[in-house]
Nanobody, 120 residues
Framework: QVQLVESGGGLVQAGGSLRLSCTAS????????MGWFRQTPGKQRELVAT???????NYADSVKGRFTISRDNAGDTMYLQMNSVKPEDTAVYYC??????????????WGQGTQVTVSS
């Protein structure tokens, strides 16, 4: 069984900071890419940032310079440091992982999501 569990969401004032975490657990061989997505009602799910097992990162233009994605040495936990947050950052943030395992050999997993609400 493979699970992704997000934590760290909550209510924060505009200009403040928040740190999200996502931990993968189960019989995992490796995770090639992990990423954060976000979604609000009436809008499509949006890519926020990704990070590879080698540490390469990619950010949406809307969060560049404000958010930082990182990954621990074991590769099972991913973080999103959110600084200078704006009301438009309000969304449900989802963890995503491309998981390699013994069975199934490859599968995309999503976390349940964590709500981030930025007040103005």
């Amino acid at each position: 069984q493979v699970q992704l569990v997000e934590s760290g969401g909550g209510l924060v004032q505009a200009g403040g900071s928040l740190r999200l975490s996502c931990t993968a657990s189960g019989s995992i061989n490796s995770i090639n890419v992990m990423g954060w997505f976000r979604q609000t009602p009436g809008k499509q799910r949006e890519l926020v940032a990704t990070i590879t097992s080698g540490g390469s990162t990619n950010y949406a233009d809307s969060v560049k310079g404000r958010f930082t994605i990182s990954r621990d040495n074991a590769g099972d936990t991913m973080y999103l440091q959110m600084n200078s947050v704006k009301p438009e950052d309000t969304a449900v943030y989802y963890c995503n992982a491309d998981v390699r395992a013994y069975y199934p050999p490859r599968r995309i997993y999503w976390g349940q999501g964590t709500q981030v609400t930025v007040s103005s």
